[in-house]
């Protein structure tokens, strides 16, 4: 009973499990069974299979034909299995040498005429494959560019089962990846287009310098969206390693360009304010697939009109806030997904957006309803308030010439030198990563400094977090100031920015 062995990967979210493909010709009546916990799409595979190898001019085995698929209590999703199927199967019927599979994953749906589509997850496939010891992965020609980003493991690129068979039988050679290229950073909107609104900018540039959240709170027209809009301007480029992450979730979730597929920029999400909380957090019948908040990892997570979201919807993201990580539990197992971003919220004072408050017909009830889907919790994590004020003149502001990004990237940039190089031992890379028990030990402000918010602990105005919130906010003022350690002028400034009395 002839048995060949071909690899591929299992995909649980941005982790990848190596999975043996198996196929055994035996005795008994001529047909297929595959086994190891396929998911329906998967189960199609068979007849995708059979179909492929027939027209590539291959005979598909007329005998009794099982095929497993281990660990066997691994649930298994998607067609990216139907390449390593298919060399299983024809392995064991002889009609290939098995001499260059050992060791080599296949990945790749066939079409009923033997081309090899693109499937999602490439980039996790390799990393997978590298970090356990196997040494080749055969991708789709589409994915080759993206699979190609992974160092220590050598990528070929195929288009059709046809010309893997000929590989196999050593009378072509695959393509191999490509050299990455260096693409242009994309425009970004400059920072100088927005008219007036000091606080606000000098606020935005906080944000970036630490990594922290905000909070725009202000009628329509002032400048909330088009400030949040160019933080990702200010943010710096990301290394190799937060792109490989970055890049590795947009796999999964399929919205790599071929292009250009390592991302580079921090990326920018904005969900409109009818978007489900499966949508916005991940979710999926089965194993469930990144959210809007994972697709902003390392990023900005934009909610304009955050009132507008559901009050379930914005309490969905607390646990992401403080963690960093999603966890997705489904009955076929838990998925975690990397949700390290920067929220910012927009938002009108009241539902009727009136540009002064005396033209506002909203009761005080009305008002309180509104903002209250801003729940207390949410509100405690994020660390700047900013109220946006209204635009009364605009010949000074057009007298005046504002910073464009560029000039305030350099300063964001050195402080968030100056806060890597600080906690470089530990691992922290931006001041809103450090926790809490380290901001109130050894990297504590002087007496005076943390007097101010024993004085807001004892009164009610900070609850215990809000405290950690205000210490690495300190941290950053004093970053952007090119001071050693935060004092009394940081530690209120810092209050004062998480001021919420407007709201």
């Known amino acids: 009973m002839p048995i060949a062995r071909t690899w591929s990967i299992a995909l649980f979210g941005v982790c990848g499990i190596p999975v043996e493909i198996e196929a055994d010709i035996g005795v008994g009546l001529p047909g297929t069974t595959l086994v190891g916990l396929p998911d329906p799409g998967l189960r199609e595979a068979k007849d995708r299979v059979r179909s492929a190898v027939r027209n590539s001019r291959c005979d598909w085995p007329n005998r009794k034909l099982t095929l497993g698929l281990s660990p066997a209590n691994l649930p298994k999703v998607g067609s990216a299995y139907d390449l390593g199927i298919a060399l299983a199967v024809l392995a064991a019927a002889g009609t290939v040498p098995e001499g260059k599979l050992a060791g080599t994953v296949l990945l790749g749906e066939l079409s009923l005429d033997g081309r090899i589509r693109p499937v999602r997850g490439v980039l996790p496939s390799v990393l997978c494959a590298r970090d356990h010891g196997l040494r080749r992965i055969v991708v789709p020609n589409d994915t080759l560019a993206e699979a190609g980003l992974v160092d ?11 010309e893997v068979l000929a590989w196999c039988r050593g009378a072509v050679a695959l393509r191999p990846a490509p050299e990455p290229r260096a693409h242009a950073a994309p425009t970004v909107a400059d920072l100088a287009d927005v008219t007036g609104q000091p606080e606000a900018r000098w606020a935005l540039e906080v944000a970036a310098a630490g990594g922290h959240h905000i909070l725009f709170l202000g009628p329509s ?8 809009r160019r933080l990702p301007g200010l943010l710096p480029p990301l290394s190799i390693d937060e792109a490989l992450e970055v890049t590795a979730v947009h796999s999964v979730d399929g919205s790599l360009s071929p292009d250009a597929p390592l991302v580079r920029t921090p990326p920018f999400i904005a969900p409109h304010h009818s978007i489900s909380i499966a949508a916005l957090v991940g979710g999926g019948a089965r194993l469930a697939a990144p959210g809007a908040i994972s697709k902003a990892h390392r990023g900005v997570l934009f909610l304009d009109e955050s009132c507008e979201f559901g009050a379930n919807s914005l309490d969905s993201l607390r646990t992401a806030l403080e963690e960093g990580e999603v966890r997705l539990a489904r009955a076929r197992g838990v998925v975690t997904y990397p949700a390290r971003f920067q929220l910012v ?9 009136s540009p002064t408050e005396s033209d506002c017909t909203c009761s005080a009830m009305t008002r309180r309803r509104y903002l209250g889907k801003l729940s207390g919790p949410l509100l405690d994590r994020v660390d700047i308030s900013v109220q946006m004020r209204p635009v009364t003149t605009m010949h000074a502001h057009l007298a005046e010439r504002p910073e464009s990004t560029a000039t305030v990237r350099e300063r964001v940039v050195a402080a968030r030198g100056r806060a890597r190089q600080r906690w470089a031992e530990h691992g922290w890379l931006t001041n809103a990563d450090v926790p809490g028990p380290r901001l109130r030990t050894t990297a504590a402000p002087d007496r005076d400094a943390t007097a101010l ?6 009164r009610g105005f900070l609850t215990a977090r809000g405290a950690d919130k205000c210490l690495r906010l300190a941290w950053t003022l004093a970053d952007l100031a090119g001071r050693s350690r935060p004092g009394v002028d940081e530690v ?12």
């Open 221 to 228: 027209g002032t400048g909330k969206s088009m400030l949040a």
């Open 345 to 353: 919220l927009a938002t009108n004072p009241c539902p009727c957006a």
């Open 453 to 458: 918010l024993d004085r807001g602990l004892q």
């Open 152 to 162: 220590g493991v050598e990528v070929l690129g195929a288009g059709s089962l046809a």
């Open 492 to 503: 209120a400034a810092a209050m004062d920015l998480r001021d919420r009395t407007a709201i």
